[in-house]
């Protein structure tokens, strides 16, 4: 929850809006949105995950390097698990 | 940054909590680095999703996708591209990733590579730093590289590149050719042909702008080129400009080779024709005639037809004629040159090395115009103008008496130079300052031409007669002897005469052998300083010839008068002397006929020669308004004077006969003087005589046939002097006769064909003496003498009559008739002749000159005749 409150707040802060209920209204339904969107591509990304990345695109992140990264870090992920693991 | 601490939180998310530290730390650099990797990446647009959407095979999935996609656009998001791009990325990623096995090896060397989308590249510090996947990301950097080679070098270098080149510098791709004089890219780096040519054309630009900088960099004496450097790096701002606008759009990187060659099209033009300008005017910088070949190339090209290269060029002649300008105005307003390289065209007269002396030759010769140095819009005319205007104020200035008065003139500009207007206003101004030079010149002027007149051609009539009065005796001496002071103390008494002040002076000519100061004698009028140009030497000159031939004239008048004084004296003589009073009115005679010459002379010189020339003259002198004109009508009107008293070179024949004849007159007055003393001698002796007259009969006769004889002398001298004399009026009035305008002066001279008629007769006996000599041996008994001669024999004969005695009346009477049978010969022979001469013009063999003789006497022979008669009867 705390998360999500963390989240929330980012997402009103890079979205610059004024009422903070609308606010949070409106970002709530973008995440979800974007949260069904990858959900249909098989993303494999969380609502949190998403959340990170999308203020990191509205930040001016080039996507094809951060699809990379996340591309990258699911790889390492695994490879830390398996090593871990064992 | 904010990107920083996003990223940190998703690692920390994604990883599981127990990762460590540095781990974390690890991989957070790594992502960090990938995410800074910069490429060109094209983002998905709506085909390409399309194309991703109809892949899916779930239907439901598709539209609900749809449905989100609207979905999502109608949010805030900014970029909504982006965040689409992304996650369908990561879902390829996912995708290609559960595939295959998770080791990458295995992954790259599958088949399905191609699937893989490698439009960027791996820059290789990641893959170095890279904590774990070292190799396997050296590899791909490997074959990345092998793969695609072009892609070392992108668009945006060579632009770059070019950008240098352009402004004539190396760079790194793109080089100086020395053996082909151009910018040329590097060989050896692959890139496609087209875009070479494009470089290389652009390039091209950049060999232009370095030619043209080479010569806005060198360093120019002449005026004009400077200006010329400078209008031409004021154009090449323009070009620097757009060189900063490509640099800017390169930084915004919308900047293509395409791009830039549209941009540089015109300016390649006008450097093109800038340096075609600059080539033709470099060939001639050597041989230093620049600036105005610069103006003229210049002119001819800003009337192109192409309207920039028109606009181009007025604009850089605009600038370039200010020099020219500058000189102008200061040569017609001020009058001074301080040109340093040559370049106007108007130049001082240094070379020709010649010593000013007097401001004739100043205004003549110390400044020029150098032809080949006016530039193409100014005509000649308006060149000529300009050089005497400039002319004019400095020698105004020299004379101290310049006023400048130029404030109603403005300066020239360069609009003004090349049009109608620039001829008017020069007249103008020419116009002005020469009034000013003829006000200033006039009033002096018109005084020294009167005085001159009136001395040196000797317009004051008596003021000559009274110092020729007092020269002579001084002149009479030979020229050694004649000093200039004792001169001009003479001439000073003359003038007490003359009421004004006058500057005259004396001067010798330079002496020869057998002078008298008669020859050397010259009056001379000092000239000041503002009038030296008209009267310069070479003019003065013919002045003191033209007052020579005049002086020479006076005087043989003055001697013919001093004659006639002395023919006052023979009237003294009482009447016995018959011989000497014969003597004496042969002289009277011969006086007047040479008194009658010279006043006709004298007359015809003042009047049709000097007088007519100066009437002219001093009409055309009103007219005038500019010193050049008065110069020459004043040089005009000394060659007529010195044409009609044939003292040029066309008269020169006619002079010297003329000098013959005062000769002539010179002789025939020592010959009266001769007679004078002759006269006064028997005057004194008869007076002895009376006395002795019985005691010296004998002696008497002797001194008488002695005085006879001596009288005999004297009348043969002057009937030869007569003769001499009479023989040059003869050729004198046949040269008259020849020249149209002469034919008054030869009327006048012969007004009652006196001469003709002495020529006819003279021509006609001397023909009959040969004739009766060859044809007709029988006539010799009776001497027929020369009926000229028979005269002044008749004089000499009266004496003998007088003492012979005749015995008887009929002896007398037998002479009587003797004489009168002589006479009826010769008329007889005379007849005969013309029968004779009759039958030879008959032949075609001869034709005698004696036919256009008419045979008979002429009424002078007649009375002589008849004066014959009447004293061979007197007895």
Same mark, same amino acid.
């Given at each position: ?13 890079q ?29 494999g ?14 930040n ?7 699809a ?14 398996k090593?871990?693991?064992? | ?17 127990? #990762? ?6 690890n ?85 399905e ?42 668009e ?75 209008? /031409?790096?004021?154009?090449?701002n ?73 606009q *181009? ?5 605009h600038q370039?004629?200010?020099? #020219? ?24 007269n ?33 060149s ?17 008496k ?38 200033? /010149?006039?009033?002096?002027?018109k ?25 002579q ?46 020859? #050397? ?47 006052q ?30 006043k ?19 009409d ?14 004043? +040089?005009?009107?000394?060659?007529? /004077? ?30 009266? +003087? ?13 007076d002895?005589?009376?006395l ?8 008497q006769?002797?001194?008488?046939? *002695? ?12 009937? +030869? ?40 007769s ?21 001497? /027929?003498?020369p ?5 002044s ?32 010969? *010769? ?42 008669? !009447? !004293?061979?009867?007197?007895?």
């Amino acid at each position: 929850m705390s998360n999500n409150q963390n989240n929330s707040s980012n997402l009103k802060s890079q979205l610059k809006v004024s009422s903070l209920s609308q606010e949070k209204e409106e970002a709530q339904e973008t995440l979800e949105i974007i949260h069904e969107m990858s959900q249909i591509l098989n993303c494999g990304l969380d609502r949190q995950q998403l959340a990170i990345l999308v203020s990191m695109i509205e930040n001016g992140v080039n996507p094809e390097a951060l699809a990379l990264v996340v591309n990258e870090m699911k790889s390492e992920l695994n490879t830390y698990k398996k090593i871990h693991k064992q | 940054m904010e990107t920083q601490t996003l990223l940190h939180q998703l690692v920390k998310q994604a990883f599981p909590d127990s #990762i460590e530290d540095s781990t974390l730390n690890n991989y957070k650099t790594y992502f960090l680095r990938i995410l800074n990797v910069r490429t060109g990446i094209q983002l998905m647009d709506e085909s390409e999703l399309q194309a991703e959407m109809t892949k899916m095979t779930n239907k439901s999935q598709a539209y609900r996708l749809q449905d989100c996609l609207n979905r999502l656009s109608k949010t805030r998001l900014r970029k909504k591209n982006e965040l689409i791009h992304f996650l369908f990325r990561t879902s390829q990623l996912g995708q290609n990733n559960s595939y295959t096995n998770q080791t990458l090896d295995t992954l790259f060397k599958s088949q399905e590579i191609s699937q893989i989308n490698y439009s960027q590249t791996i820059p290789k510090k990641i893959i170095e730093e890279s904590p774990k996947n070292n190799d396997q990301l050296n590899i791909i950097q490997q074959i990345t590289d092998k793969g695609n080679v072009t892609l070392s070098i992108t668009e945006k270098d060579l632009i770059k590149d070019l950008i240098f080149s352009i402004q004539g510098i190396e760079s790194q791709f793109i080089c100086y050719d020395p053996i082909n004089d151009s910018f040329q890219v590097k060989k050896d780096i692959a890139i496609s042909s087209a875009s070479r040519k494009l470089l290389n054309v652009m390039c091209e630009c950049g060999w232009l702008f370095k030619k043209i900088q080479t010569f806005t960099q060198s360093n120019y004496n002449s005026l004009v080129l400077q200006a010329l450097q400078n209008s /031409i790096k004021e154009e090449l701002n323009e070009y620097y400009r757009l060189i900063a606008y490509f640099e800017n759009l390169l930084a915004e990187s919308t900047l293509t080779l395409r791009k830039m060659y549209m941009w540089l099209k015109q300016p390649m033009h006008h450097l093109v024709q800038i340096n075609l300008v600059l080539s033709q005017i470099l060939t001639n910088v050597q041989l230093g005639t620049t600036s105005s070949l610069v103006i003229s190339i210049l002119c001819r090209y800003s009337k192109h037809g192409c309207p920039q290269t028109s606009q *181009l060029f007025s604009r850089i002649l605009h600038q370039t004629t200010i020099p #020219i300008v500058r000189f102008i105005n200061q040569w017609i307003f001020d009058g001074s040159l301080s040109d340093q390289a040559q370049e106007f065209f108007i130049e001082r007269n240094d070379s020709n090395k010649i010593q000013i002396r007097d401001s004739g030759e100043l205004w003549k010769n110390e400044f020029k115009v150098n032809q080949d140095k006016i530039p193409y819009m100014i005509s000649l005319n308006d060149s000529y103008k300009i050089f005497d205007t400039g002319r004019v104020i400095n020698w105004l200035r020299k004379q101290k008496k310049f006023t400048q008065f130029n404030q109603n003139y403005d300066l020239i500009t360069i609009d003004l130079l090349g049009t109608e207007q620039f001829s008017l206003f020069v007249d103008q101004v020419n116009k002005e300052y020469n009034k000013q030079l003829i006000q200033l /010149i006039k009033p002096n002027f018109k005084i020294t031409l009167n005085a001159i007149k009136r001395f040196l051609l000797l317009g004051q009539g008596e003021f000559i007669h009274t110092l020729m009065e007092l020269l002579q005796t001084e002149l009479n001496k030979p020229a050694q002897q004649c000093y200039r002071h004792t001169l001009l103390s003479i001439l000073e008494s003359a003038f007490k005469n003359v009421s004004q002040e006058v500057r005259l002076n004396v001067k010798l000519l330079e002496p020869s052998q057998n002078d008298t100061g008669w020859e #050397i004698f010259c009056l001379d009028y000092t000239i000041d300083e503002p009038l030296n140009t008209i009267f310069n030497q070479k003019i003065m000159l013919s002045y003191y010839r033209i007052f020579n031939f005049l002086w020479r004239i006076k005087r043989v008048e003055f001697t013919l008068t001093q004659c006639w004084k002395m023919h006052q004296k023979f009237m003294a003589i009482p009447n016995q002397f018959q011989t000497i009073k014969k003597a004496i009115q042969l002289s009277y005679q011969m006086m007047n006929e040479m008194q009658h010459f010279i006043k006709n002379f004298y007359s015809y010189l003042m009047l049709e020669a000097i007088e007519s020339s100066w009437k002219k003259f001093i009409d055309e002198c009103d007219k005038i308004q500019d010193l050049d004109g008065l110069i020459k009508i004043h +040089e005009l009107f000394i060659s007529d /004077i010195l044409d009609r008293s044939f003292l040029n070179t066309k008269g020169e024949s006619t002079q010297k006969l003329l000098f013959k004849l005062f000769d002539y007159i010179f002789r025939f007055k020592s010959c009266q +003087e001769l007679l004078l003393s002759y006269a006064k001698d028997q005057i004194s002796q008869t007076d002895n005589q009376q006395l002795q007259l019985k005691n010296l009969l004998n002696k008497q006769q002797n001194i008488s046939r *002695l005085n006879q004889n001596k009288n005999q002398d004297i009348i043969k001298s002057l009937l +030869e002097l007569r003769k001499q004399y009479r023989d040059q009026m003869f050729e004198l009035l046949e040269k008259l006769k020849k020249e149209d305008r002469l034919k008054f002066l030869h009327f006048k001279l012969d007004f009652n064909e006196y001469y003709l008629g002495i020529q006819e007769s003279k021509l006609f006996n001397q023909d009959l003496e040969r004739f009766i000599e060859k044809c007709l041996p029988k006539v010799n008994e009776v001497q /027929i003498q020369p009926n000229r001669v028979q005269s002044s024999k008749q004089l000499i004969q009266p004496q003998q009559p007088q003492q012979r005695t005749f015995n008887t009346n009929i002896e007398f009477q037998n002479e009587v008739r003797s004489v009168k049978e002589g006479l009826r010969l *010769l008329d007889e022979q005379r007849r005969q002749q013309l029968q004779l001469k009759d039958q030879f013009s008959k032949s075609p063999l001869q034709k005698s000159p004696l036919l256009q003789i008419p045979p008979t006497m002429t009424e002078h022979e007649k009375r002589k005749n008849d004066e014959d008669l !009447s !004293s061979s009867d007197d007895d």
